[in-house]
């Protein structure tokens, strides 16, 4: 389940089963959004990006939907696996300007 | 994709002292350079951001005094932290992109400061 409070939030899921990670943006003009993923100890990892002329990307395992009418961003991570199990950020941007970082979500994958 | 290295990787240094943490592309030329800082269990705050040959835009709240920024080539850029003190320690984190427009930025491995 998903749970939010003082510490980041948290999402659990089964092993195999699809995560789905959400992220809610706050500037109307933010016009190309990226997707990290941060192991413990080191730098955001690129998963995956996508420009605000589209509302939905594939890469290999993820997909990313974007509802600019809401500005909303989501992360779909099919067959989760345990290399999965990290914090994932969601990073807009604005006409080239610098990256705002959402407050990440924990992923944690139960065997 | 690119790679991005930060030296060190973990530095522990007296309250009262420098230092000084670098951030290379190794395979293209950064004309924008990005500096975080990430407490732990939060998410990166940009601290400021620096385009080659030209000085540091810092975020509201960031002393630049205190948070040197040099980004000197277009393959370097370092952060030195002026007179440190316990509260400054952190997780930093460099990132670099390659042109202006709206491209991906690449993440350096990160840099855990401790001062004692």
């Known amino acids: 389940g998903e749970s939010v409070g003082l510490h980041l939030p948290t999402l659990s899921v089964q092993e195999g089963d699809n995560s789905i990670i959400n992220c809610a943006y706050s500037n109307s003009a933010s016009d190309y959004f990226i997707w990290y993923k941060q192991e413990s100890g080191k730098g955001p990892q690129f998963i995956i990006d996508i420009r605000s002329n589209m509302d939905k990307r594939q890469g290999q395992r993820v997909t990313v939907l974007l509802n600019k009418t809401v500005k909303h961003l989501s992360l779909q991570i099919a067959a989760t696996q345990p290399g999965d199990s990290a914090v994932y950020f969601c990073a807009e941007n604005n006409y080239g300007q610098n990256f705002v970082f959402g407050p990440g979500t924990r992923l944690s994958v139960l065997p | 994709g690119a790679v991005v290295s930060q030296h060190p990787s973990w530095v522990i240094c007296k309250s009262g002292t420098s230092v000084k943490i670098e951030c290379r592309s190794l395979d293209f030329q950064a004309t924008t350079m990005f500096w975080y800082r990430q407490f732990p269990k939060q998410s990166l705050m940009l601290m400021a951001t620096?385009?080659?040959?030209?000085?540091?835009?810092?975020e509201q709240g960031v002393e630049k005094d205190k948070f040197l920024i040099n980004h000197a080539s277009l393959t370097l850029s370092t952060l030195t932290v002026t007179s440190a003190h316990p509260e400054d320690s952190s997780f930093y984190i460099c990132?670099?992109?390659?042109?202006?427009?709206?491209?991906?930025?690449?993440f350096g491995q990160g840099t855990r400061l401790t001062v004692v």
């Open positions: 990132s670099a992109r390659a042109d202006r427009a709206n491209t991906e930025a690449f």
């Open positions: 620096s385009n080659e040959g030209s000085k540091a835009t810092y």
